[in-house]
C-alpha cells in the first residue's frame, strides 16, 4: 500500500513540477500574398524569415572610399543614439533575467534581535509574564513558485523574445545611422563637384566678360552685352555661395554622427566622388531576410502571444511551496540549542475569487497586443517590399536619366561652343551666348545631381535589404560575410 501510495505521490510531484502553458501555439503572422520576383528588379523571392544573426558586414567599403570608411568606423565607437540603442538592449537583456530569477526558488536569511514591550492588557497574557524582555531570531525561508499555468515560463519566453527585439533594434539603429552617414557623405562630395563645375563656369565667365568688355571698348559690342556677361558671372558666384552653405549643413550633419562638435570638425575638399556600385542581377531574396526591423517585429509578435499564457494564468490558483527553519529564545544564551529550533513547511495556494472584471480586462489587453503586434509584423514586411522596389526602380531610372542628361550636357556644351565663336565673329548677340552657357552649366549640374541622387539611392538599397551584398564563386549574389563590428 505504501508503494504505491509513494508512486502516487511521485508522478504527482513531477506532474506539478512540469506544469503546463497557456499561452496558444504560436504561429508567426500570415502574410498577404506574395509576388514571385521583385518588379523593378525581376529579381527571384521568397517569404522572408527573419535572420536578425546573419553578420551585415562593413557593407560601405563597396564605395570604395577611404574617409567614408573612417566616419563609419567613428560612427560605430562615438554616435550617441548608438550608445543609447546599445543600452536599450542591455536593459532588455536585465528584464529577461527578473523573469527568468522566477524559475528558481528563492531563499532568504533573516535575523531579528528585538527588545519588547508587551502591553499589560494583551489578550491571554500570563500573570507571570514579564513586561518587558528580549526576542532573538535567526533562520532561512524558502520560497519556490511552482508555475503549474506557466505564467513564470511565459514572462520569460516573452522576456527572452523582447530582449531578441532590442538586439535587432540595435542593428536597425546601427545599419539605419550608417546609412544616413553615407547619404549625408554622398551628398557632400556631390556638392564638393557641383562647387569645383560652378568655379569652372567662375573662370569662363570671367574671360567672357572680359571679351565683351574689350568689344565694348573697341565699339563693335553694346553696353547690353557687358551687363548680361556682368549678371552670368555674378549669378554663377551666388549658386557657389548656396552650394558652399548646403556643404556645410552636410558637414555638420556628419559630425553629429561621429559624435564630434561641428565647431571642431571639417572635411576637405576632394574632386573624386565614391563610385554607384553594380546592384548584382541576381540579388536573391535571402538578403531582405536580414533585416533586423522584421526580426524585431517578429520577437515582439512572439512576446506578444506568450503575454496571453500570462494573462490566462492568472484565473487559476497559484501554488507555491513554503519553508523555514531558524532559532528563537528570549534574549538567553544558546540562542543556538536544539530546543530554541523552529520550522514550517508546506504549500501555499492563491485564487482570487472577485476582481470586478480586472483578469478579463488583462486578457483582452493581451489579445489586442498580440492584434497589434501581428498587424506591425505585416506592415513591417510590406514597407520592406516597398522601400527594396522604390530603390531599384531609382537605381534603374536614374540610370538611363544620367545616360540622358550626359547627351544633353554634351549637345549644351557645343550649342555653347558655337555661340561662343559666332559672337566673337559679330554674326549673333550676346544674348544667345548667355542662353547657351545657362544651358550648359544647367545641364553639367544636372548630370552631377543625378549621379549623387544614384548614389543615394544605391546606399538606400542597401539599408533596404538588411546590408551589402558579396558575389559567389559562382557569381551569383550573396550577403557579406565579414565579421559584424563589435556592439
Not at 531570531?137 to 514572462?155: H, K
Not at 510590406?382 to 544633353?408: H, K, N, Y
Given at each position: ?6 508512486r ?32 523593378e ?16 558586414g ?18 560605430d ?20 533575467s ?9 531563499l ?14 494583551r ?43 532590442a ?12 546609412a ?30 572680359v ?39 552636410a558637414?555638420h550633419?556628419?559630425?553629429a554622427?561621429?559624435?564630434?562638435p561641428a565647431?571642431?570638425f571639417?572635411i ?17 531574396s535571402?538578403?531582405?531576410?536580414r ?23 492568472a ?16 534574549g538567553?544564551?544558546?540562542l ?18 472577485f ?8 486578457l ?15 506592415q ?39 555661340a561662343?565663336?559666332?559672337y566673337?565673329?559679330?554674326i ?18 544636372n ?37 559584424p563590428?563589435?556592439?
Open positions: 500500500m505504501n508503494r504505491h501510495a509513494n502516487l505521490m511521485a508522478a504527482l510531484a513531477a506532474a506539478l513540477l512540469g506544469g503546463c502553458s497557456l499561452a496558444p501555439a504560436y504561429h508567426a503572422p500570415t502574410l498577404p500574398p506574395m509576388p514571385a520576383s521583385f518588379k528588379g525581376d529579381t527571384a523571392w521568397k517569404v522572408a524569415a527573419p535572420a536578425d544573426e546573419t553578420p551585415h562593413n557593407w560601405w567599403t563597396v564605395y570604395g572610399d577611404t574617409t567614408l570608411n573612417e566616419l563609419e568606423t567613428r560612427l565607437s562615438d554616435n550617441p543614439s548608438l550608445a543609447a540603442a546599445l543600452a536599450r538592449y542591455d536593459e532588455a537583456r536585465a528584464f529577461e527578473q523573469f527568468s530569477a522566477g524559475l528558481f526558488p528563492h532568504d536569511a533573516i535575523a531579528n534581535p528585538e527588545r519588547v514591550r508587551q502591553s499589560n492588557n489578550p491571554l497574557r500570563g500573570s507571570n509574564q514579564p513586561n518587558e524582555y528580549d526576542s532573538d531570531t535567526v533562520g532561512v525561508g524558502a520560497s519556490y513558485d511552482l508555475d503549474l499555468w506557466g505564467r513564470i515560463r511565459n514572462e520569460v519566453s516573452a522576456g527572452h523574445a523582447l530582449a531578441q527585439a538586439q535587432a533594434d540595435l542593428a536597425s539603429a546601427r545599419l539605419s545611422l550608417e544616413q552617414l553615407a547619404g549625408d557623405y554622398v551628398r557632400l562630395r556631390g556638392y564638393d563637384i557641383q562647387i569645383r563645375i560652378l568655379q569652372d563656369a567662375l573662370n569662363a565667365y570671367q574671360h567672357a566678360l571679351l565683351t568688355q574689350n568689344r565694348h571698348s573697341g565699339g563693335v559690342a553694346s553696353g547690353l552685352d557687358v551687363s548680361r556677361a556682368q549678371t552670368q558671372l555674378e549669378d554663377a558666384q551666388a549658386q557657389v555661395t548656396d552650394v558652399l552653405a548646403r556643404r556645410a549643413l558637414e550633419a556628419i559630425a554622427l561621429v559624435g564630434e565647431s571642431s571639417s576637405a575638399q576632394e574632386q573624386d566622388q565614391p563610385k554607384v556600385p553594380v546592384t548584382p542581377v541576381g540579388m536573391p535571402t538578403l531582405l531576410e533585416r533586423p526591423d522584421i526580426a524585431a517585429a517578429e520577437r515582439r509578435v512572439f512576446a506578444a502571444n506568450a503575454g496571453i499564457g500570462v494573462a490566462r494564468a484565473f487559476f490558483p497559484d501554488i507555491s511551496l513554503q519553508g523555514s527553519y531558524g532559532f528563537q529564545n528570549t538567553m544564551d544558546n543556538l540549542a536544539i530546543g530554541n529550533r523552529f520550522w514550517a513547511l508546506g504549500p501555499l495556494a492563491t485564487l482570487n475569487i476582481d470586478a472584471g480586472l483578469r478579463r480586462a488583462q483582452r489587453e493581451a489579445h489586442a497586443r498580440f492584434a497589434q503586434a501581428s498587424a506591425e509584423y505585416r513591417t514586411v510590406l514597407s520592406a517590399f516597398r522601400e527594396v522596389e522604390d530603390d531599384l526602380a531609382l537605381l534603374q531610372q536614374l540610370g538611363l536619366e544620367a545616360r540622358q542628361e550626359d547627351q544633353a550636357f554634351t549637345a549644351a556644351q557645343q550649342t555653347l561652343n558655337i561662343t565663336n559666332r566673337r565673329e559679330g549673333v548677340n550676346y544674348l544667345d551666348v548667355v542662353t547657351a552657357q545657362t544651358a550648359a552649366l544647367s545641364a553639367q549640374r548630370a552631377e545631381e543625378i549621379r549623387t541622387r544614384r548614389l543615394q539611392a544605391s546606399v538606400d538599397l542597401i539599408r533596404a535589404i538588411g546590408g551589402g551584398w558579396t558575389r559567389d564563386v559562382d557569381g551569383s549574389a550573396m550577403a557579406k560575410t565579414e565579421a563590428s563589435s556592439r
